[in-house]
């Protein structure tokens, strides 16, 4: 893992004031290039998809799925979205999409930034399942002992519609945090030579500048991954490639 203190750092550019119709311009664009390089985006979604089985097979709400979300997924995903991003870096480019030097782009990652990206994803998470938690217990700890997972009743009384209110204004805060600090982050840390935390300070920057699109994007992005995954997951070939591809060229056109 490289030393932080030891990356030359890249001057910053400027944050470009976004539209919606830079929205529309960078889903045009991750559509474009998920027709162009299918093969690479389902490889890449595939990563997303069989920790999806995994939830299934073992069991959402247990001790291993806590250990699972809370570190296989944030470990991985990075260099699986990073593989993304440089496909569409090849196409911006006119260079070929080659599988081995693809691959070996990823590879790389290992010595950069991205493992710390993961890192911290790794800590976000765990505290946020710990935060879940907590919550649940303040709410439901003096209730009767019940199996939550066969009854549902408890969820309709006061103290469980109170509990999934404030699950759900927590949650959301916590995600769309996580969701500012690495919508351009990622992509950042692909093109420039920078450390994580200027990458991240860069992505709450164009957040914050662009606010309410950038709430759309956030939104779009939950929305459409949410119903691409009820269909067994299978939905996520085709919705984790586009929004991945979309996030580069959003990424540059975020760029001054």
Known sequence: MTDIT??????????????LSDLRAALHDGWRDYRRACSFGCFFSAIYVLIGF????FGAGTVLWTFA?????PMFAPFAAVGLYEVSRRLERGEPLDWRKIIGSVAAERDRQIPWMGAIIVIYVLFWSFLAHMIFALFMGLSVMTNISSSYEVFLTPNGLAMIAVELGVGGVLAFILFSLTVTSLPHLLEREVDFVTAMLYSLRVVRENLFVMLV?????????????LPLFLGLFVALPVFG???????RRALV
Request: neutral net charge.
């Open 6 to 19: 030891a990356v030359a750092a890249a001057p910053l550019p400027d944050v470009a004031r976004l539209t």
């Open 54 to 57: 995994g939830f299934v097979i």
């Open 69 to 73: 979300v809370s570190l296989a997924f």
């Open 217 to 229: 994007w956030a939104a779009l992005i939950a929305g459409l991954t949410f119903l691409a995954m």
């Open 245 to 251: 591809h979309a996030t580069w060229h959003l990424y």
